[in-house]
């Protein structure tokens, strides 16, 4: 099993940065897609961003791009996601999310495992 722990959600300003951080443990690789999926109040899991394992290719939902940057650290086997210029729009519960999927896993049925989530809420 792998486990994943999120951290560094909170109340931010509208224009303003957060950063979320996951760690992943327990029999977890690095060559593990990582990535981050959103759920508002009344919607669906949503993908955000992720980056590859062995290649650590990044992408990114349109909603986001330009604004959030991931990155991971294969030796701690952890996955940041910077999030600038934040919106009112990008309250939600964020998710860490694996993927034992080779190629671009962008759908909630793509990824294996994830985290409890971590609330960021955007004022404006």
């Known amino acids: 099993q792998v486990q994943l722990e999120e951290s560094g959600g909170g109340l931010v300003q509208a224009g303003g940065s957060l950063t979320l951080s996951c760690a992943a443990s327990?029999?977890?690789?690095?060559?593990?897609?990582m990535g981050w999926f959103r759920q508002a109040p009344g919607k669906g899991r949503e993908f955000v961003a992720a980056?590859?394992?062995?290649?650590?290719?990044?992408y990114y939902a349109d909603s986001v791009k330009g604004r959030f940057t991931i990155s991971r650290d294969n030796a701690k086997i952890t996955v940041n996601l910077h999030m600038n210029s934040l919106k009112p729009e990008d309250t939600a519960v964020y998710f860490c999310?694996?993927?034992?999927?080779?190629?671009?896993?962008?759908?909630?049925?793509?990824?294996?495992?994830w985290g409890q989530g971590t609330q960021v809420t955007v004022s404006s």
């Open positions: 999310a694996s993927s034992r999927m080779i190629g671009y896993p962008n759908n909630v049925y793509e990824y294996n495992y």
């Open positions: 327990g029999r977890t690789s690095s060559s593990y897609a």
């Open positions: 980056v590859r394992g062995i290649s650590a290719d990044t």
